[in-house]
């Protein structure tokens, strides 16, 4: 007897730590995302009750996309995690979700009404092949009356009009269900696609001294996330502030959609290295090339190589401006050592699909100084510049502009703050009101051949006119050509009282035009060369 209990007590105990060494697994729910430049940190919280001891615990159903090495686990409880483990699961993708079974169901009820309809089109055909098979009246010598004779077209007529009517009605019901059944196969299809995509499963091996309940916070980096900046600069009229409106335009791949999550927009991008670059020593070498011209002479050379970044614009249109609150009204700005991140306090919503979704983080009027451009000789049109300063406390970052004044889109821009000074100028579009004319002056420009050098002197006339009904401050540049070849000789004429640059050969000319004022300037200059040479005037 005692033997038999000595079994059962450990067969008992054998199930309770067998009941134990079992795995939970834990649900999560997306509730914070940091978006980085490139790449987001996904922040997921989930519960579970622990027993006394050792217990083993699954996080599932995460996304595939996660970097292990980046993983964070924080809990709230009387216990202590032991270890945490990622491992990718093949299996669970195999299992139908509820979207599909979903649409498994609905397509096949569609394909079941689809079968009744087109039973029901054979039925009508096969009626109308009987009815026109059988519309001989009376025999071959036999006449017919003619009461007879109408009331059987009656017939005839009244059972066909019936039968088209079904046909086509019938027709239309199986059209419509056949186009449902695509649609529906096409999103299935596409679910199914995503299905046999792995999961993520995080393990923790986790020990509590009693039986507790615990709340977990996991956290990780993903990578085919991140947001793009752009901006909307938006000018009222030439004598008010302009207003700078601070967007992102965030997107994911990462397998999950992001529901009514806490977002957060930083500059930072942790895909780049972190380390900082070490300088080495540049030696230089020579090149030697070996050649068969010039009687196998060989030329020795040093060679520097330079390389330029290049870059790639990608821009679109923003909408109107809308009196309703946004997303800036609702975010805080925060300065951290290395970056800035902008904390949206309402809740966003991010579909994994790709596309951009945009979030107005910041919005600022900025002070500036309205006057009109025209470069003459590359085209005559007048364009209204608004002149910013002050910018570099918005912490703006290079991205794409579109520019709207008096509530009309003008354009597109490209703030690129790693060349910009100071102050930022922002082309808002042609003004016609204002005319400028650039005409080259016959009798004050000549070629002359003197000796061995021919001489080109060049004088243009550059007159504007304001049409406008108010003042305006304009700026004209022109220039006049530079060289570095000591054969090449410039000589400056006339600028008409503008500031001209000796080492960049342009003029600038800055003044004050009342309604209706015309002014004029005169701009010459002379060049002279060897004349068994040509250049390009």
Not at 84 to 99: A, F
Not at 417 to 437: A, E, H, N, P
Not at 463 to 492: G, R
Request: aromatic letters at 10%.
């Amino acid at each position: 007897m005692k033997k038999l209990i000595v079994v059962l007590f450990a067969v008992c105990l054998g199930i309770s730590s067998f009941a134990q060494d079992k795995p939970k697994k834990v649900s999560t729910k997306i509730k914070e995302v940091t978006v980085f430049l490139s790449g987001a940190q996904v922040s997921e919280t989930g519960e579970t009750s622990l027993s006394s001891g050792a217990n083993t615990i699954i996080f599932e159903n995460l996304t595939a996309d996660m970097n292990p090495q980046t993983i964070q686990l924080k809990g709230e409880g009387d216990f202590t995690i032991l270890s945490v483990v990622h491992q990718l699961n093949y299996l669970s993708g195999q299992e139908k979700t509820k979207d599909v079974l979903a649409i498994e169901d609905s397509i096949e009820k569609l394909q079941t009404k689809l079968a009744y309809q087109q039973a029901m089109q054979t039925v009508f055909t096969q009626e109308e092949v009987i009815l026109l098979a059988n519309k001989a009246i009376g025999g071959q010598d036999a006449g017919i009356k003619p009461t007879d004779l109408k009331e059987a077209m009656e017939y005839f007529r009244t059972r066909l009009i019936d039968i088209k009517t079904n046909q086509l009605d019938i027709a239309a019901k199986i059209q419509k269900l056949s186009t449902r059944i695509e649609t529906l196969s096409n999103q299935l299809a596409t679910l199914n696609a995503k299905q046999g995509q792995p999961t993520s499963e995080v393990v923790v091996s986790i020990s509590a001294d009693a039986a507790t309940t615990a709340k977990f916070t996991l956290s990780y980096l993903v990578a085919n996330a991140g947001w793009v900046p752009t901006y909307d600069l938006r000018a009222v009229d030439v004598n008010s502030p302009i207003e700078l409106a601070y967007k992102g335009n965030v997107y994911q791949t990462t397998g999950r959609d992001w529901n009514n999550v806490k977002l957060t927009l930083c500059t930072g991008n942790p895909t780049q290295s972190g380390a900082k670059p070490v300088l080495n020593p540049w030696y230089l070498t020579f090149n030697y090339g070996y050649g068969y011209g010039n009687g196998g002479v060989v030329y020795d050379a040093v060679v520097v190589a330079e390389s330029k970044p290049a870059r790639a614009y990608d821009k679109e249109e923003s909408d109107e401006n809308f009196k309703s609150k946004t997303g800036a009204d609702y975010t805080v700005v925060s300065e951290n050592q290395t970056n800035i991140e902008f904390q949206i306090s309402i809740p966003y919503t991010v579909p994994c699909d790709g596309k951009k979704y945009t979030v107005e983080v910041q919005k600022n009027s900025l002070p500036a100084i309205f006057e009109y451009y025209c470069a003459p000789k590359i085209d005559n049109d007048a364009f209204l510049v608004a002149r910013v300063t002050g910018w570099e406390q918005y912490n703006i970052i290079p991205g794409e502009m579109n520019l709207f004044f008096e509530g009309t889109y003008v354009g597109k821009s490209y703030i690129d703050t790693r060349y910009t000074k100071d102050t930022l100028d922002f082309s808002l579009g042609r003004d016609k009101s204002i005319s400028v004319t650039r005409e080259k002056m016959k009798d004050l420009s000549s070629t002359k051949f003197l000796g061995a050098n021919t001489k080109v002197t060049y004088t243009y006339e550059i007159n504007v006119k304001n049409k406008k009904k108010q003042a305006i401050s304009i700026v004209i540049e022109d220039q006049v050509p530079v060289t570095t070849d000591k054969d090449i000789e410039v000589e400056t004429i006339d600028v008409s009282g503008g500031m001209a640059d000796k080492d960049t050969g342009k003029v600038v000319w800055k003044f004050t035009l009342k309604a209706a004022e015309s002014k004029k300037m005169t701009l010459g200059y002379s060049v002279k060369y060897p004349k068994d040479k040509n250049i390009n005037l």
